[in-house]
């Protein structure tokens, strides 16, 4: 973990897990030790994802923080001004123009912290975390606890029989699941 704080040095970290593995929660928590520090920040989050609010970005553990909902990773570039931390939740929902968007911005000296899904329904790698993943600085892998057998899970069992990729929702579609009880979906 980094703990250099300097205008000059900007870096990318990604939190990335399973649902219910606390992933906003993490994200929430660093961007609050920034504020605290008096450091300016911005928060965004893709205009898709308006489960609890359009205007915070909530855990399920009702913890939140005021965010920008934008429909293009462009946009965070245009909105986070003078910000030293940007924050961006549900990271996982940007096209691929999010990779060159989060080295801009640690280019510029920003601290970009990514919080997404790694894997997708299936347990296939999600959108452009992979390549995020590849060139951040620091990774944090949160883990989920399995619904069914108490093990440390890093799948997201979907439990409709939906077969987008994006099927927004919380604890009525999806489970976390450890490798041996999760199920591939059919087809
Ligand atoms: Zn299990």
Not at 34 to 44: E, M, Y
Not at 140 to 156: E, Q, S
């Amino acid at each position: 973990m980094l703990h250099v704080i300097d205008k000059e040095y900007g870096w990318i970290e990604v939190i990335c897990g399973s649902m219910f593995s606390g992933k906003s929660e993490e994200l929430i928590r660093r961007l609050r030790r920034a504020q605290i520090a008096q450091q300016q920040v911005a928060i965004f989050k893709p205009a898709i994802d308006d489960r609890y609010s359009s205007s915070h970005i909530v855990s399920h553990s009702e913890q939140r923080i005021p965010s920008i909902a934008v429909q293009t990773a462009q946009e965070i570039i245009e909105k986070s001004g003078d910000a030293h931390v940007v924050g961006i939740d549900e990271v996982q929902f940007f096209g691929p123009e999010v990779i060159d968007v989060c080295e801009k911005l640690a280019d510029a000296g920003k601290r970009v912290i990514c919080a997404g899904l790694d894997q997708d329904y299936r347990a296939q790698p999600f959108g452009s975390v992979p390549q995020l993943l590849a060139i951040a600085e620091s990774i944090t892998k949160t883990l989920a606890i399995c619904m069914c057998c108490g093990a440390p899970a890093n799948r997201t069992q979907r439990l409709s029989k939906d077969s987008d990729q994006v099927v927004v929702g919380a604890k009525e579609i999806y489970e976390a699941r450890c490798r041996k009880c999760y199920t591939p979906p059919a087809g």
